[in-house]
């Protein structure tokens, strides 16, 4: 990324920036004694050489009082827009820091103090205070706190939101840690600008408190103080307003233009937009965790994952919406398991409740969802989240937005490890390194000082792929790892993951919609279709096998080597029902050419047809399968 070049306009207040911070610094030192020295022949002279800003009513030159005055105009304005926003950053971050519940009453209250009146808060607070400095700085920064409170509350949200902080919660850091290394880091170039805008803003307003008698008081004086003195004489000598008025308006822009070129410059070095999916919502990270080398026991079971009667529900305005319902499937250790169904038909949602990342008002439900034969549900939080950690890799669609834009790839890799190994900063970093050469990326340690944004979309989603594996995991989940990625670097990922199961037996649940994707790199797919596993067949006889209508369909809508050219490709006609117009029978029955009576008013549970094969359909096709006499269930 080229560096942005910055404006000569903005060089010039950056300028302005630089000599008023000097003379905040030396003013009182260099001109102390002429701003204070009164001169009885001389009161409230014009402009003139010697007093270019001309006297006071004491006969004290204007400018060397201005030059004075700039010292505390700024040491005011920052402390007020340091205390405004410190507390306005704490109370922004309590929504998210507090969860859902009390979260919302936090929300409420910055909403209720946003709609008091500024100007009336800082006043009333002024006056409880007394009238001063103190009083005039302690109500502005009061003033202030809500709206930058607000901010801050909606950049959180939107941060902890996403799916590099998801991928972050993964690896259980704490909460603390994740706020100052995930949150605050990325919200910080809004809030700098926000901050630099403050101390303008408070700049003018401790002035104006001060013209009108209520901010700094005699001796002291600030540059609204001497507007004040000034403005009594503005026909007759207007160079002594001219002088405080002129310092007023410059440092307010000069604080504004550099705060805006100092968030432009946090910016553009830490974060750039996160590539949507273009399919919905865009869901992309990679969450890491990893199995100790002695890892959970498997409770007499070899499955890593054991899944039964898993459903994903959704309160919302409009009832209750159910995109999961009572899926079933487990996985062994060292096998690769495709997941497959149209857009919409639960796929990812399945993989969120697996990785405990189902957020409110989401809620899940499963008569077992075990890792390693332990139901992380029955653990108390502890064990909970370090069973999830140390068991399970994510790795989802984007990997930019997988990855913190602010981090170097040396921190993100070795996170896990730090976190849940005991690793010390450099023992994770040479794990960070070790694991980037496994999945043989060139020039691993170049790569480790790398921003995210520095790597293309293969490399990232290798990098993303690391950071699962740092800790071995006996389980990878990939929610469409290779969709935001072209052919060729598909290829290269889905090898990566292909190697790590070989070499490390690590078992892989791999997502997606494309079905020829599933059957090359899995041995055994469930078809998904409206939220429920209608299929499981092994992936090498899938063309052969395939009994539900759904599967064939999607097999149908899929080319081969040897198929008929001239021939258009078959479509699934129709498409899946929306969430709150499930059918009551067969959900895929008003797009089956098989369909029935029975199809349409009866729910055909899966039915296992012999090893590793499942099917949940009143007519099943091929093959000499019998049609079973199924309860209705919903
Ligand atoms: N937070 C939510 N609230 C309500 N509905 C949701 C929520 N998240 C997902 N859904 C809905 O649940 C259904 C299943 O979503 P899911 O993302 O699991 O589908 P998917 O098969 O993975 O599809 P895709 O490949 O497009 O992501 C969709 O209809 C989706 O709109």
Known sequence: MGRKRLSPARVAMLAVFGVLLALALVGPMLWGDRAAAVDLERLGEGASWAHPFGTDDLGRDMLARV?????????????????????????????????????????????????????????????????????????????????????????????????????????????????????????????????????GGALLALSALSFLGLGVQEPQYDWGALLNAGLDRIYVTPAAALGPGIAIIVAGVAFNVTGDALAGALAGETIRPARRSGRGRSRSAAASSAVPASGPSAAGSDAVLQVD????????????????????????????????????????????????LIEPPGTVQAERLALHGRDPRELPERERRRLLVTSLAMVFQDPLSSLNPVLRIERQV???????????????????????????????????????????????????????????????????????????????????????????????????HDISVISAFCERVLVMYAGRVVEELAADRMRVDAAHPYTRALLAATPTLDADLDRPLATI???????????????????????????????????????????ACWHPQGAALPVREQEMKR
């Open 67 to 199: 030059l004075v005055a700039t010292r505390l105009s700024l040491v005011l304005a920052l402390l007020t827009a340091g205390l405004g926003c410190g507390l306005g950053l704490l109370l922004g971050l309590l929504p998210t820091v507090l969860g859902p519940r009390l979260g919302k009453l936090a929300g409420s209250a910055i909403g209720l103090l946003l709609a008091l009146p500024g100007l009336l808060l800082a006043l009333l607070v002024a006056t409880i205070t007394g009238v001063g400095a103190t009083g005039a700085v302690v109500g502005l920064a009061v003033a202030i706190a809500p709206a930058f409170a607000r901010l801050t509350q909606t950049l959180a949200a939107q941060v902890a939101g996403s799916e590099y902080v998801a991928a972050a919660r993964m690896t259980g850091i704490s909460l603390p840690r994740l706020m100052l290394r995930h949150v605050l880091p990325n919200i910080a170039p809004a809030l700098v600008l926000q901050v630099a805008m403050a101390i």
């Open 573 to 615: 006609p129709g498409r899946q029902p929306a969430l709150d117009a499930v059918p009551g029978g067969c959900a895929f029955a008003p797009r089956c050419a098989h369909a029935s009576d029975r199809c349409r008013e009866r729910l055909p549970l899966l039915e296992t047809l012999g090893e590793g094969r499942r099917v």
């Open 414 to 512: 070795g996170e896990a490890a730090q976190a849940h190994l005991g690793a010390t900063r450099g023992q994770a970093r040479v794990r960070a390194v070790e694991q980037l050469r496994e999945l043989r990326i060139p020039g691993a340690a170049r790569r480790m000082r790398q921003h995210p944004h520095e790597l293309s979309g293969g490399m990232r989603q290798r990098v993303t792929i690391a950071m699962g594996l740092t800790t071995r995991p006996s389980l990878i989940v990939a929610d469409e790892p290779t969709t935001a990625l072209d052919v060729t670097v598909q290829r290269q990922v889905l090898r990566v993951l292909r190697r790590v199961n070989a070499e490390h037996g690590t078992a892989v649940v791999l997502i997606s």
């Open 309 to 356: 009667g898993l459903s994903v529900t959704f309160e919302g305005e409009g009832g209750t919406l159910t995109p999961v319902r009572d899926v079933s499937f487990s996985v062994a250790a060292g096998e690769r398991v495709g997941i497959v169904g149209e857009s919409g038909s639960g796929k990812s949602l399945t993989a969120l409740a697996i990785a405990d």
